[in-house]
């Protein structure tokens, strides 16, 4: 009866911790983790319609992995942050003359600004996210080129 009395211990036990890791991945809250890697990219678009499209095509898929989060938001061009230096501020305003006026700040109420927000544990996850969301935009932007 020791042993028998010792296994329904067991038993119980092991019931209550695989009941426990059925609530916690039933609830959909997604486990907090630090993520101090973070980077957001502003992307101007000719339009409202382009940026929406650009959008729903780069956010369909939700990471497979925790380590990673990606946001999207259409913004205006007067939302953008001015660049940190004299250099990329004048290669923002030669860049986007239609979005940025000659003073770098925005000049239209459309929202055809995509801003993108990266959160990743490290830093090659955040390379490697940059860059597949960058290849996807490209080739949204080449089917726009293409049937337009």
């Known amino acids: ?79 953008v942050p001015p660049a940190a230096n004299d250099d990329a501020r004048e290669c923002q305003r030669r860049i986007l003359p239609g979005i940025f006026g000659d003073d770098g700040s925005g000049d239209d109420d459309e929202k055809r600004v995509l801003k993108i927000n990266f959160e990743a544990t490290d830093a090659k996850t955040l390379r490697v996210v940059i860059s597949t969301t960058y290849d996807m935009i490209n080739v949204a932007l080449k089917c726009f080129q293409e049937f337009e």
């Open 1 to 79: 009866r020791g042993k028998r009395g010792e296994h329904n211990r067991d038993v119980n036990i092991m019931m209550t911790a695989i009941n426990d890791v059925a609530t916690a991945t039933t609830n959909n809250e997604p486990p907090q983790q630090h993520r101090p890697y973070k980077a957001q990219i502003h992307l101007a678009l000719p339009s409202a319609t382009h940026a929406r499209h650009i959008k729903d095509a780069v956010s369909v898929d939700g990471e497979l992995k925790d380590n990673i989060i990606k946001t999207f938001d259409l913004v205006t061009a007067a939302d």
